[in-house]
């Protein structure tokens, strides 16, 4: 790529893009919400020093993937004296080959659960606030809404079947007739 104005508008553009993607694929190899944000600045800052290497026309999210894959690679070397490291790099491999197959519908997943989510009742859509988007425990939810640990666990598990079978209606309303 040239640094031509045009190229650098358009490379900005694909990066830009393709950001959410990008912050899922490494979420799902590196396992760490916290380091894969981390890991995607590094991402970025790689693919701008390489901006000259992308060939415009050519599929950037892949380009960026496989980049992805080697600093998550090169972030799980420098953790492994930790603990909570505990994938290889053929399994890191065998994950982002799977993730890069259905990576493409990831918008549609992404529209599909909104669309999802807007049904919930205000006391399931706090409950899976306060799990997922939070860093309150059940423990205090359970306190403050006078349910058991064990009601919260048991409701986030029938939420989490809930919205897999309305997004899969969703996305394949033919597969789910019956």
Not at 58 to 64: I, M, N, P, Q, V
Not at 79 to 94: E, G, I, N, P, W
């Amino acid at each position: 790529m040239t640094q031509g104005g045009d190229n650098i508008d358009e490379f900005v553009q694909e990066l830009t893009r393709h950001q959410v993607d990008l912050f899922y694929f490494i979420r799902a190899l590196a396992g760490d919400a916290h380091a894969a944000h981390d890991i995607r600045q590094i991402v970025n800052m790689v693919l701008w020093r390489k901006r000259e290497k992308y060939r415009p026309g050519s599929s950037f999210k892949a380009w960026a993937f496989q980049i992805a894959q080697l600093e998550v690679k090169n972030h799980m070397r420098k953790q492994r004296r930790s603990v909570l490291v505990a994938f290889d790099h053929k399994l890191v491999d065998m994950f982002a080959s799977e993730f890069s197959d259905f990576s493409d519908e990831l918008p549609e997943r992404r529209h599909a659960l909104t669309n999802c989510l807007r049904k919930l009742t205000p006391k399931d859509e706090e409950l899976l606030r306060h799990r997922y988007w939070t860093s309150g425990s059940l423990e205090s939810l359970a306190l403050s809404t006078q349910r058991s640990v064990g009601t919260l666990k048991a409701r986030l598990h029938q939420l989490r079947a809930s919205l897999r079978r309305c997004i899969e209606l969703q996305l394949y309303p033919d597969n789910n007739e019956a």
